[in-house]
């Protein structure tokens, strides 16, 4: 079985950690660094690396995954979007992380890139994550896939009822687990569990948990992808705004009382938006006793 998926399925806690490719030579090498930094003080179970989201390239993507493989052999799973491309590209892609040994996947849509309609993003023949899903479990070669899920729901499809039927599809069409939009108040994360278990869903869904690091992005963040940010979350935060050492630790303090709410509840595995940064990885580790 795939270490991504035993991790997933451990009765003890563990902790992904998911990190964007940077689009300079020098980011790729501070983002070695950080990650270094947190496996340094934290187990981390795997990282998983996004593909073409926040403006990254492709060559940008595939370089540093298979860096990231060399260091982490079967501990990094490699993000795939389907929107903008075909069989033929998604193939080749595929193709050069199984030589570099990668074979744990993030399999998803995309987003409809600016300027194009969704009817020509999706014109090389994948219309959603579930047939993305679907091929790779035919190409077959893959030991894990895991899917997105949005405790809040999926901005294009308003209707809540319809969005988690879609969301429980991808598990019907191969995925092993899901990791999570990342929200803020864990009511949202229970109901959606809750509802996606009642529509016959059996795979793990990992919270997905956002340390803020900076008040407007968050905001900006959640504004792109149908998440709210709580009154009670931009107080705590504001006082800190002039202050960025104090913020990280407020930040952190944020993080790690919600995780240990979701502890409470049973949940064991937390996928953490580390935005290529340690400190606050490293300071919730710290409030959470993680720290190896
Ligand atoms: P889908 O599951 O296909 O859903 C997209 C929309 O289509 C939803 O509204 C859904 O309800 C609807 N839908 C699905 N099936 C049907 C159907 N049969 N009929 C009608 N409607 C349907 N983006 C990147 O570009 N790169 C990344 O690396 C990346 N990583 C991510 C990781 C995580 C954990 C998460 C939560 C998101 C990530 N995203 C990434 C963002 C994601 O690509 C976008 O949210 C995208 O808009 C939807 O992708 P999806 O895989 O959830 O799509």
Request: charge should be negative; charged fraction near 25%; hydrophobic fraction near 40%.
């Amino acid at each position: 079985m795939s270490a991504v998926i035993e991790e997933i399925r451990s009765p003890g806690v563990t902790v992904s950690i998911e990190v964007f490719p940077p689009k300079s030579e020098n980011g790729a090498v501070r983002l070695l660094e950080e990650t270094a930094r947190i496996q340094e003080g934290v187990r981390v179970a795997f990282t998983s690396v996004t593909y073409g989201a926040g403006g990254s390239t492709r060559d940008g993507t595939l370089n540093l995954v298979i860096e990231l493989a060399k260091r982490n052999p079967g501990r990094v799973v490699a993000h795939l979007t389907c929107v903008g491309s075909n069989e033929e590209a998604l193939s080749r892609l595929l193709s050069a992380y199984h030589e570099s040994g990668m074979t744990d996947i993030m399999a998803l849509r995309g987003d409809i890139p600016e300027g194009m309609t969704r009817e020509e993003a999706v014109s090389g023949g994948f219309r959603y994550a579930a047939d993305l899903v679907s091929w790779l479990r035919e190409a077959g070669g893959v030991s894990s896939i895991g899917v997105a899920g949005y405790p809040e729901g999926h901005p294009e499809t308003p209707d809540r009822a319809k969005d988690l039927d879609h969301f429980v599809a991808k598990a019907g069409a191969g995925a092993d687990y899901a990791a999570t939009q990342f929200f803020f108040e864990n009511s949202d994360y229970f109901r959606f569990v809750v509802e996606a278990a009642a529509r016959g869903l059996e795979i793990p869904v990992a919270p997905g948990i956002l340390p803020v690091r900076d008040i407007d992005q968050v905001v900006r963040f959640a504004g792109m992808c149908g998440a709210a940010v709580p009154e009670r979350v931009l107080s705590a935060l504001e006082p800190y705004r002039g202050d960025p050492e104090g913020f990280k630790e407020k930040s952190a303090d944020l993080a790690a009382e919600q995780i240990s709410g979701l502890i409470e509840a049973g949940v064991r595995h937390f996928h953490i938006y580390s935005l290529n940064k340690s400190d606050i990885v490293l300071g919730i580790a710290d409030r959470l006793g993680w720290r190896r």
